[in-house]
Each structure stands twice: as structure tokens, then as C-alpha cells.
């Protein structure tokens, strides 16, 4: 690793000191700055007891859901069309849980904490990411090697015109093979009011070290009723069809979206925890 610090362009949320770091394709300069992105969010609710069950899978005991409700516990489809970053364009669907760590109770105080500042200690809301599909190979060993995120290349498909949107996750292994597509999630998403931004907080693992990652967000975004957007899981057995049929989300109604065409962030580098 590097500490050769550089700076980047005139805009002062990009003009942020960066330090390089080797993957197996090449260097990456730290943070990873996304200067033009389009994104859309579902959220579901699924049964605790289900994403408990798939949290433990691979996360142990070290994290349990965060935000809950009459039994059930919010899941995270987050979709990217990254159009301009220091890494080359790509695409990225992400499967993740809100969280927080071990030996902290969740309460109703946690949902608001995605608005809060990811800088400050106090907060402790989370993302543990369950599968986190990308289009390149430079994104795929960034995120495999420096923050131990599940990620793996496929082809997907992302469009999204008004309302209407239609995102495509295809399977590697068999990627135009009818009914094989890990997940579509599609339809008309419903009325819209302005939202805020949510800068995010990462829990992942690296080795045996557990890392808390911050990723600062601005850019406003659409929050919207859930209209006709659905689910749909594929037939294969891909892993990541599995856990979204092991959470019920095979033909599943988020509760809501958002979307926004102005998403722009900081991938900053990890920090290992305690």
C-alpha cells in the first residue's frame, strides 16, 4: 500500500486526500469517488427469524437486524447504474440487511439513524451485504479484496424511464437460458414525495478482522409508494436466488423505493473494529 496522497477536481465533496492500494487488477485509488450515478432502492420486510437465520449463515453471531417491525425485519435491493467513477463505469445490485453489531438492542431509534452522520460514533446503524453482483472485474477485486464483500460478476440489465423501472440480474453460469435470471425486480413504482440522501455505514469482514466502513451520499432522491414494482426470483440455484427465496421474497411487494438520477459518493477505505 501506498501513502502517496493525491487530490481530485475543483468540487470540494471530490477534493478529499487518496491513497493507493494494490488488488489483483490493478490499483485503487482510496476513497473511491462516484461522481454520476443512477440508483434505485426496494425495501422489504421480511421474517426476522428468516434473516436472522441468513445473517448467522455467514456473519455468525457478530450482527443481528436492526430495523424491525411486528415480526419483521427490513431487506435492501439496491440497484446502481454507476456512470462516471475512479474505477470506470459499471452496474451493481446489492442484497443487504440493516444492522447493528453484537451486544447493542435494536429500537425504533435505528431507523432514523440512516439519516444520521456515518462520521460520528454514535452511530450504529449499519449494512451487512448478503450478495453484491457487479459488471467489471476492477470492481469485483476491489470489493472482494479490500473490503471482503460478496461480490461476483454477471451480466445485468438496468432501465428505468418515468416511473417505470425494470432491473435484470442474469446468472453467470447460464446467463440466456429462459426463467434463469437470479432476480427481476420491475413494474410502475407509485406517487413520489423529495427525500434526503442516506449516507451508509458498512459491516463486512476480511479475513478474521471485522471492518466498519463509511460511504458518504449526497445527492436528493424520490421516495416512492410501491405502485406495481414486484420481485420476481428465477429458477436456478444460484446462491443468491436461494437467500432471496429463503427470506420469501420471490414475488415480493416492496414496501417502498427510491430513486434518484443525482447520486453521487465516497467509497472510503475501512477501518477495522474493535
Known amino acids: 500500500m501506498s501513502s502517496t496522497l493525491s487530490f481530485v477536481g475543483n468540487e470540494p465533496f471530490f477534493d478529499v486526500p487518496r491513497t493507493s492500494v494494490s488488488t489483483s487488477q490493478g490499483p485503487v485509488q482510496l476513497p473511491i469517488l462516484y461522481r454520476k450515478t443512477r440508483n434505485v432502492n426496494a425495501f422489504f420486510m421480511a421474517d426476522t427469524g428468516q434473516v436472522q437465520a441468513v445473517l448467522r449463515q455467514t456473519a455468525g453471531d457478530e450482527l443481528q437486524a436492526a430495523c424491525l417491525w411486528r415480526g419483521k425485519a427490513m431487506v435492501a435491493l439496491a440497484c446502481y447504474e454507476y456512470q462516471d467513477t475512479s474505477i470506470g463505469p459499471y452496474h451493481e445490485i446489492g442484497l443487504a440487511v440493516p444492522v447493528v453489531r453484537r451486544g447493542v438492542k435494536p429500537r425504533l431509534g435505528h431507523w432514523l439513524q440512516a439519516l444520521s452522520d456515518v462520521d460520528k460514533p454514535q452511530r450504529e446503524l449499519g449494512f451487512y451485504v448478503l450478495h453484491l453482483p457487479v459488471s467489471t472485474a476492477a470492481a469485483c477485486a476491489a470489493g472482494r479484496e479490500i473490503w471482503g464483500l460478496p461480490k461476483f460478476i454477471a451480466p445485468m440489465q438496468y432501465e428505468r424511464a418515468g416511473s417505470d423501472v425494470k432491473v435484470v440480474l442474469s446468472d453467470p453460469e447460464q446467463p440466456t437460458q429462459p426463467g434463469s435470471a437470479i432476480l427481476t425486480l420491475s413494474g410502475e413504482m407509485g406517487a413520489a414525495l423529495p427525500g434526503p440522501s442516506m449516507s451508509l455505514v458498512l459491516y463486512s469482514q476480511v479475513?478474521?478482522?471485522?471492518?466498519?466502513?463509511?460511504?458518504?451520499?449526497?445527492?436528493?432522491?424520490?421516495?416512492?409508494?410501491?405502485?406495481?414494482?414486484r420481485l420476481r426470483v428465477g429458477l436456478g440455484q444460484h446462491p443468491m436466488a436461494h437467500t432471496l427465496r429463503q427470506l420469501g421474497l420471490d414475488g415480493a411487494r416492496p414496501v417502498c423505493l427510491t430513486d434518484t438520477d443525482s447520486f453521487q459518493s465516497r467509497l472510503n477505505q475501512g477501518r477495522v473494529m474493535a
Open 207 to 229: 479475513q478474521r478482522d471485522w471492518l466498519r466502513t463509511t460511504v458518504n451520499v449526497r445527492g436528493g432522491q424520490r421516495l416512492h409508494a410501491p405502485g406495481a414494482v
